[in-house]
């Protein structure tokens, strides 16, 4: 394992985008763990810039119109809501909903099926996934970052590096550098359970909450720890969406896997291009049985305002979501249950007034910084109008 | 919170990062003509239990039916499946029946083994119209293989102790029961057995299914078969023996001269119990003794099938168990046993966790 230092207090202090939620002090937000950062990766202020600089290049794709930000848009909680799956270079589809950016910097594999271990690896496969943004290699980014005298001059100051010593390490550093300050906690959830303000939850919410860890059974992935809550177990679950949909093809397709190892370059394109080989989830990955249509469990964070819903986008609202949990892993009562089910996914018995509370309770985990951003943008749309 | 899980753990440690991964690779070759090597399936104890109609407890059904889902997958692929007994709760013919249409769907042919919880209603008779004789032998590449019902009893207890077949069934079910009585295979069997065996060859290797294991563990569970000695001196002129139980729903393996035993999990429910559980409504009986479990949340934790190669004569049995970390126990030709082939140095294993 990698050795660790803390970074957050030096990256709030000194950060330049007043993107990261600070507690006071530099402690991390309410609700939230203390932040590492990998030791070969240490935070710094012109490192984070540069990395910012760099998420929102459109210049990375093969067309100058994708930059990292077209999918993981600040004003949308860093994701591109409402899209069901996001949109790459000239309109194409990939067949997964953009994550979101927020306190990724707590994952501890990424992707929706962790085909990353960190970070930095995960940046460098969007610029060439033919979906996304499309580049045939990472040479036309190394050319711009070596030859844009403002690039020029932050690689030099940031990595003490210039011409050909400048490498994609450098440019994922930088990106995942700023990633890490994406942090948000301090929702009226963690104004309530961390920060004792009895008034901070509705009735409503109080009652969701209770749900939520009881006979609801979300806390079971969704973990809520004592002193932080990262709203996810950082694992991989099925629980029937998306591989629903291709039951009859799974021995097919599970077969070619088994056959021939894939390389991970080719998982990466083989996954966002294809509807079916992408619903194998983390099987693609491990080869493991145990993981046939699992994807990793999301942070719940903010999820009222980036709708739409799980890994394939396939549910509109927090309302069908807990539809499908309550069905016991099927979207529609009755349909056919997966045969490779987690087994953590059963039929909860939940009330129409319990599902209520339960979405209302996760209205109460949007940040300050990300309140209704969608509403915030319409209305900004609305002024330019006028 | 910690930052990896044990699951990561493991594979990052590498200890047996192949294990999990298939397809399965065949290591040992024994007869030199590796086209001769196969593997096999075997899953165990459903426990299918019937509540009312058409319902049934979910959680055994969830188990079997993603055993035979999985084993459909395999690559390569098995040369047969057998099904080590306990299929029924109750031995009715709801739930023997709802769990042959769940076994129809291997895509393998199916050889079964009788349990307890199949026999004691009727004595096995709607058992044998779905799935043939109770005591049967085949050979298969050059490996001879016996189904034996180690299951039976007394005359006596099974035919005049009891006032209705329900009640029964409901004795023999119950653990830690003193109106229970002991397995045995019985004279009979035994003499058919012998006269099997007659006509295979000393180096022949012989691989034996029962449902309870044919040696003596833990008599309060009936983890014990009262005639296994008798039944092992018929096994014992063959230098390569291999017995196979289910009934016993966790990882067991010993070597009691040259017969190698080993057992399967249950795709029910581990025992001992876990405690978690408590945590959901008690469909099980009554709880005894409670086992450590990796992760409370997952019903299919600490339950799991098995693929099996008998590559040299000699078991090598592949665990494969859901939310854990996959286990290997073959048989190890230096040490003359089986061994777990990742844990079986103490150094190697997890400790359990005694904190909460």
């Known amino acids: 394992m990698m050795r660790c230092t803390h970074v957050l207090a030096a990256a709030i202090l000194l950060a330049a985008a007043p993107i990261v939620s600070t507690g006071a002090g530099g402690s991390p937000p309410l609700g939230l763990p203390a932040l590492e950062a990998p030791a070969g990766n240490p935070q710094t202020p012109e490192k984070i810039a540069l990395g910012e600089r760099l998420f929102n290049d459109k210049r990375f794709s ?123 906690g301090d929702s009226p959830f963690d104004r ?66 088994l056959k021939a190892q894939a390389t991970a370059a080719e998982v990466d394109v083989k996954v966002l291009s294809d509807k079916k080989t992408s619903e194998l989830g983390r099987f693609m990955i491990t080869r493991g049985l145990d993981d ?32 499908h949990y ?16 987690s087994g953590g996914i059963r039929p909860l018995n939940l009330t129409d007034q319990e599902i209520d509370d339960l979405v209302t309770f996760m209205e109460a985990l949007t940040s300050p910084a990300y309140a209704a951003p969608a509403k915030r943008a319409a209305g900004a749309r609305q002024e330019v109008r006028r | 919170m910690t930052s990896t899980t044990r699951r990561d753990f493991i594979r990052t440690t590498g200890a047996i990062a192949a294990a999990g991964a298939l397809p399965l690779s065949l290591v040992e ?33 969830r188990g079997l039916i993603r055993a035979v889902a999985e084993t459909n997958l395999l690559v390569p692929k098995p040369d047969f499946v057998v099904f080590g007994g306990d299929l029924a709760q109750l031995g009715s013919k709801a739930e023997l029946d709802h769990g042959a249409e769940m076994l129809a769907k291997l895509g393998f042919q199916t050889r079964c083994v009788m349990g307890e919880h ?53 004795e023999m079910a119950g653990l830690d029961n003193p109106n229970g009585s002991p397995f045995m295979v019985g004279e009979a069997q035994r003499a058919w057995l012998g006269k099997d065996l007659a006509a295979v060859t000393k180096d022949t290797p012989i691989v034996v299914f029962s449902h309870s294991p044919l040696q003596k563990i833990y008599k309060g569970w009936n983890f014990w078969t009262k005639d296994a000695d008798e039944v092992q001196a018929i096994l014992k002129p063959y230098s390569k023996v291999n017995v196979i139980y289910g009934h016993v729903h966790q990882i067991q393996y010993n070597q009691i001269g040259d017969i190698a035993f080993n057992s399967v999990m249950a795709t029910a429910w581990p025992w001992p119990y876990p405690q978690s559980y408590a945590q959901a409504q008690q469909t099980l009986p009554k709880l005894t003794v409670q086992m450590n479990r990796a992760d409370p949340f997952f019903e299919r934790d600490a339950t799991g099938w098995q693929f099996i190669d008998v590559n040299t004569g000699r078991v090598a049995m592949k665990y494969n168990l859901y939310n854990n970390t996959n286990r290997i126990v073959a048989f190890d030709a230096v040490t003359g046993r089986p061994v777990d082939k990742a844990f079986q140095d103490p150094s190697n294993r997890i400790p359990p966790q005694d904190h909460y």
Not at chain 1, 149 to 176: C, H, L, S
Not at chain 1, 199 to 209: I, V
Not at chain 1, 292 to 315: C, E, Q, W
């Open chain 2, 29 to 61: 070759m024994a007869f030199g003509d590796t086209a001769r090597n196969f593997t096999f399936a075997y899953i165990s104890d459903a426990h299918i239990q019937h509540i009312s109609a058409t319902k049934f407890v979910r959680n055994w059904d």
């Open chain 2, 118 to 170: 199949d026999y004691y209603l009727d004595l096995g008779e709607y058992w044998s119209n779905l799935f043939g004789p109770q005591h049967y032998s085949w050979d298969h590449k050059g490996v001879h293989f016996v189904v034996l019902n180690s299951v039976l009893t007394y005359d006596d207890w099974t035919f005049k102790r009891w006032p209705t077949a329900e009640q029964r069934m409901l």
């Open chain 1, 62 to 184: 093969a067309t100058g119109t994708v930059a990292c930000a077209n999918c993981h848009d600040k004003a949308k909680a860093f994701t591109d809501s409402p899209l069901r799956v996001s949109e790459g270079i000239r309109k194409l589809n990939g067949t997964r909903n953009a994550p979101t950016v927020v306190n990724s910097a707590y994952f501890t594999r990424v992707f929706w099926d962790g085909r990353s271990p960190d970070l930095e690896d995960q940046s460098l496969h969007p610029f060439v996934n033919p979906v996304e943004m499309g580049l045939t290699n990472h040479d036309p980014i190394l050319k711009i970052v070596r030859t844009d005298p403002g690039y020029v001059k932050a690689f030099e100051q940031v990595f003490g590096k210039t011409g050909n010593a400048v490498t994609m390490k450098e440019v994922t550093r930088a990106i995942a550098a700023f990633e890490r300050t994406i942090i948000s």
């Open chain 1, 326 to 341: 309550n069905n016991g892993g099927v979207t529609r009562e009755g349909d056919h249950v997966n045969d490779f089910l």
């Open chain 1, 192 to 257: 309530f359970y961390f920060g004792g303000d009895v008034n901070a939850l509705t009735a409503a919410q109080k009652r969701g909450f209770d749900l939520f860890v009881n006979k609801g059974r979300c806390v079971s992935c969704h973990n809520i720890e004592q002193t932080q809550a990262l709203f996810t177990d950082n694992r991989f679950h099925n629980i029937g969406v998306g591989i629903n949909s291709i039951q009859a093809d799974v021995p097919r397709l599970a077969g070619e896997v």
């Open chain 1, 292 to 323: 046939l249509g699992s994807f990793k469990t999301p942070t719940l964070r903010n999820i009222a305002v980036t709708a739409p819903y799980m890994h394939d986008g396939s549910l509109a609202t927090l309302r069908e979501v807990m539809v």
